[in-house]
C-alpha cells in the first residue's frame, strides 16, 4: 500500500469506504488462517475480498494461482501442475474440486499500531494462466518487484501516479489486465479499489456514481459496448481504461463524449504484463511504457527492458515505427488467408459488429480442412431481428467476398468468458455443436 496513512480507503463497498488499517487487519487475520500450502487458487469475486486474499497469500509466502476460469477441466489442470493447491472463496455456493477456506465476511479487530509489511522484491508473488483464447493456457510467473514496477510505470502514463483515484472494474480481478489495472493499481496509487464487479448497464453506472473522484472505470470493449447502447448519459468519470481485444476507434470517441473522460487503450499480454497503451479516438499509434522496446527478430515482434522479465516473442504482428512505437495489425494466430487474399479475424469481428443491429458476433476459421477441400470461415453471430440474407448483404459492402462467412450461425449469445474474452476453446465447441466442418 504505498503511502497509505490508516484511516485511508482502500476499498469501496456499497458506497462506504474500507480503511487501510481494516484492510491490513483483513489480511493479517486471514494470513493465520491458511493451511500449510504452497498455491491458492483466489476464488473470491468480491474485489476486496480478492485483494485481502492475495494479502495474506504474500505475508503466508505463497503462490496465488490465477487461471483463465473455474471450470472443473481448469481445475484439474491446476490440481496437476500444484498438487498442493487449495480454493480460497467468498462464495459458499461455488463448486471447485479444491479444499476450500471461507474468506471471513465480518471485520477483523484492529491492531494497536498500523505497520505495513515490506515484501522482498524477488517474491513469488502469482502464477497467471494464459486465456487460451489462442490455445491451451500456459502458466506465467510474476514477482512482486516486477509487478510493482510494471503497475507503477502504468500509473505515470495513466497520469495517476499519487491521484488517490477509486477504480471501478468491470473485468474480474482473476485476469491479468483486471489484476493490475483494479487491484495493484489502486493499492500502488493510494486510491482504492471498488469490491463490487457490476455486470448490467445500470448496475454499472450505479456503482461508478457513488465512488468519489477521480474515479476511473477499467473495462472491456465488449462491455463497453453494452454499457452505451443501454445508457445514453452516464455518470461523468475522470479516466477510462480499455483492453482485452481490439477497440475501434468510433467506439472509443463515443465513450469519451459520453463519459466526459479520456479513453486509454492498454495493450499487453499475460507473459508481460500492460506494455504499452494509445488515446484510441485520437491516435493509432501505441507507445511502450518506461524502458520497454520493441523489435523485429525473423518475422517475429519482441519485447523486452523495462519490468519485461527477459525478451518475449510476442503473439500479434507489430509494425515497430520506433523502439518504443508501434501499430498494432493483429494477432499472429488471427491471420486468414483465402484464396490468395490475407485479413485478420480481428478486422472481420470488427466489421461484423459494425453492423446496426448486431449486438455481438465472431469469425471461426476451422482448424484442418478436410481431404482435398477448401477451409471456409464460419460467422457466430448475435442479432435479434435481423436474417442471415440481410447480415451477408451487410457484410458484402465492408469485406471482400473471399471472407464471407458460410455458414452464418445465429445465436442468443456467444460463450465470453468475464474479461470480455472468447477462448479459441469456446468457439470450437460452438462449431463442433451446429456440425460445422471445412467445406469441400
Known amino acids: 500500500m504505498a503511502g497509505a496513512a490508516p484511516a485511508a480507503p482502500v476499498a469501496w463497498r456499497d458506497g462506504r469506504p474500507i480503511a487501510a488499517a481494516q484492510y491490513l487487519a483483513d489480511a493479517t487475520r486471514l494470513a493465520a488462517l491458511l493451511p500449510a500450502r504452497g498455491h491458492v487458487l483466489n476464488a473470491c469475486a468480491d474485489r476486496y475480498r480478492f485483494a485481502v486474499g492475495l494479502a495474506a497469500a504474500l505475508l503466508r509466502g505463497q503462490v496465488t494461482l490465477l487461471p483463465p476460469d473455474q471450470t472443473p477441466q481448469t481445475v484439474r489442470r491446476l490440481r496437476e501442475f500444484a498438487a498442493d493447491a487449495y480454493v480460497l472463496a467468498d462464495d459458499a455456493g461455488a463448486a471447485i474440486d479444491l479444499p476450500r477456506l471461507e474468506v471471513p465476511a465480518d471485520a477483523a479487530p484492529l491492531p494497536p499500531a498500523f505497520d505495513v509489511p515490506a515484501l522482498p522484491h524477488a517474491q513469488l508473488c502469482a502464477i497467471v494462466f494464459t486465456s487460451g483464447s489462442t490455445g491451451a493456457p500456459v502458466p506465467n510467473r510474476k514477482h512482486w518487484g516486477t509487478l510493482v514496477r510494471n503497475v507503477r510505470g502504468a500509473l505515470e502514463r495513466w497520469g495517476l501516479a499519487g491521484a488517490r483515484a477509486a477504480i471501478l472494474g468491470t473485468v474480474p480481478p482473476q485476469h491479468m489486465y483486471g489484476f493490475e489495472s483494479t487491484v495493484l493499481a489502486a493499492l500502488q496509487g493510494g486510491g482504492a479499489l471498488c469490491a463490487e464487479r457490476p455486470f448490467f448497464a445500470d448496475d454499472v453506472c450505479a456503482a461508478l456514481e457513488r465512488l468519489p473522484r477521480p474515479r476511473v472505470l477499467v473495462t472491456a470493449p465488449f462491455h463497453l459496448r453494452a454499457l452505451l447502447e443501454d445508457t445514453p448519459r452516464p455518470p461523468a468519470a475522470d479516466l477510462l481504461l480499455c483492453a482485452t481485444a481490439p477497440l475501434d476507434a468510433e467506439l472509443a470517441?463515443?465513450?469519451?463524449?459520453?463519459?466526459?473522460?479520456?479513453?486509454?487503450?492498454?495493450?499487453?499480454?499475460?507473459?508481460?504484463?500492460?506494455?504499452?497503451?494509445?488515446?484510441?479516438?485520437?491516435?493509432?499509434?501505441?507507445?511502450?511504457?518506461?524502458?520497454?522496446?520493441?523489435?523485429?527478430?525473423?518475422?517475429?515482434?519482441?519485447?523486452?527492458?523495462?519490468?519485461?522479465?527477459?525478451?518475449?516473442?510476442?503473439?500479434?504482428?507489430?509494425?515497430?515505427?520506433?523502439?518504443?512505437?508501434?501499430?498494432?495489425?493483429?494477432?499472429?494466430?488471427?491471420?486468414?488467408?483465402?484464396?490468395?487474399?490475407?485479413?485478420?479475424?480481428?478486422?472481420?469481428?470488427?466489421?461484423?459488429?459494425?453492423?446496426?443491429?448486431?449486438?455481438?458476433?465472431?469469425?471461426?476459421?476451422?482448424?484442418?480442412?478436410?481431404?482435398?477441400?477448401?477451409?471456409?470461415?464460419?460467422?457466430?453471430?448475435?442479432?435479434?431481428?435481423?436474417?442471415?440474407?440481410?447480415?451477408?448483404?451487410?457484410?458484402?459492402?465492408?469485406?471482400?467476398?473471399?471472407?464471407?462467412?458460410?455458414?452464418?450461425?445465429?445465436?442468443?449469445?456467444?460463450?465470453?468468458?468475464?474479461?470480455?474474452?472468447?477462448?479459441?476453446?469456446?468457439?470450437?465447441?460452438?462449431?463442433?455443436?451446429h456440425g460445422l466442418r471445412s467445406a469441400s
Request: charged share 25%; hydrophobic share 45%; aromatic share 4%.
Open 253 to 433: 470517441a463515443l465513450a469519451e463524449a459520453r463519459f466526459g473522460a479520456a479513453l486509454l487503450e492498454i495493450y499487453g499480454c499475460t507473459e508481460t504484463g500492460q506494455m504499452a497503451t494509445r488515446r484510441t479516438a485520437r491516435e493509432p499509434e501505441w507507445r511502450t511504457l518506461p524502458g520497454i522496446r520493441v523489435e523485429l527478430r525473423g518475422a517475429s515482434a519482441w519485447a523486452s527492458g523495462g519490468h519485461v522479465e527477459q525478451p518475449t516473442a510476442l503473439g500479434d504482428v507489430l509494425e515497430p515505427l520506433a523502439p518504443d512505437r508501434f501499430l498494432l495489425r493483429g494477432r499472429v494466430s488471427d491471420m486468414v488467408n483465402i484464396a490468395g487474399k490475407r485479413s485478420s479475424l480481428a478486422h472481420l469481428d470488427a466489421q461484423l459488429r459494425s453492423i446496426d443491429g448486431v449486438a455481438d458476433g465472431a469469425f471461426y476459421m476451422p482448424e484442418e480442412a478436410a481431404a482435398g477441400g477448401v477451409t471456409r470461415l464460419a460467422a457466430f453471430v448475435v442479432a435479434p431481428g435481423l436474417t442471415r440474407a440481410t447480415l451477408l448483404a451487410e457484410l458484402r459492402q465492408r469485406i471482400d467476398a473471399a471472407f464471407l462467412p458460410r455458414p452464418l450461425v445465429l445465436l442468443e449469445r456467444l460463450p465470453r468468458a468475464t474479461s470480455g474474452k472468447l477462448p479459441r476453446a469456446a468457439l470450437r465447441e460452438l462449431a463442433r455443436a
